[in-house]
């Protein structure tokens, strides 16, 4: 099954992900993840990659497709994924139903996550991230067992550069608005979008909204 994540950044994407993986055994593909990567280990795609990401802009799809397609052709991903972060532009919606076409898959799932905007800027600025298992912490919502530091492997967690910078932060939900969300429709017109609110708001957050997905998918 191929499993979208869809919503703005600071939505609790990622987090959601990661849980749907963990009880679907199906891999969590992020390309910011992927991005991230590269830039530490400052290889040619991390360097050019962060020109854009540091700005809070998009990687054009020149570097970004092929990332994902080779991504797509590993063995882990032959019978579903969960992309987190991919597709962002409905250019790229297009791409990926190519390239899952080719092998005779389809996207069979979108997960629209939607979280009130004055949520979402505090959650980016509250995020912490494990540079070595990829595991998402929020210092207020979800801490780590022990502050600072990774509960699944024991790294000391940093903070995204992208989410410390008011700029970038700006900058990524004025793209969202405008790039990203038309996929909104997109996949509703194919009959495959599922949206879910995630709001402290209501209480609603990152693990039950999880639950009630993988109940879904298992249920499929
Ligand atoms: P994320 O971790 O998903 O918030 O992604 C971090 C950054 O990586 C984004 O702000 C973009 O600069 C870049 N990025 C991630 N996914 C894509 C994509 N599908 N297309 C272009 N840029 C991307």
Do not use: W
């Amino acid at each position: 099954m191929y499993i979208i994540m869809l919503g703005a950044q600071g939505t609790g994407k990622g987090t959601v992900a990661g849980l749907i993986s963990k009880e679907t055994g199906f891999p969590q593909i992020s390309t910011g993840d992927i991005f991230r990567q590269n830039i530490k280990e400052k290889t040619e795609l991390g360097i050019e990659a962060d020109k854009y990401i540091s700005q809070g802009n998009l990687v054009p799809d020149e570097i970004t497709v092929p990332m994902v397609t080779n991504r797509l052709s590993d063995k882990d991903a032959e019978n579903g994924a969960i992309l987190d972060g991919f597709p962002r532009t409905i250019e790229q919606a297009q791409k990926l139903d190519e390239i899952l076409a080719k092998s005779g898959k389809k996207v069979d799932l979108v997960i629209n996550l939607t979280t009130p905007r004055e949520e979402l800027i505090d959650r980016m600025i509250t995020r912490r991230v494990c540079p070595k298992c990829k595991a998402t912490f929020n210092t207020k919502l979800h801490p780590p067992k022990v502050d600072g530091i990774c509960d699944n492997c024991g790294e000391t967690l940093v903070q995204r550069e992208d989410d410390s910078n008011p700029e970038a932060i700006n900058r990524r939900l004025e793209i969202y608005e405008e790039k990203t969300s038309p996929l909104v429709e997109y996949y509703a017109d194919k009959n495959v979008l599922r949206t879910e609110v995630i709001s402290t708001s209501i209480n609603r957050l990152a693990d039950v909204v999880s639950k009630e997905i993988v109940e879904f998918i298992k249920s499929k």
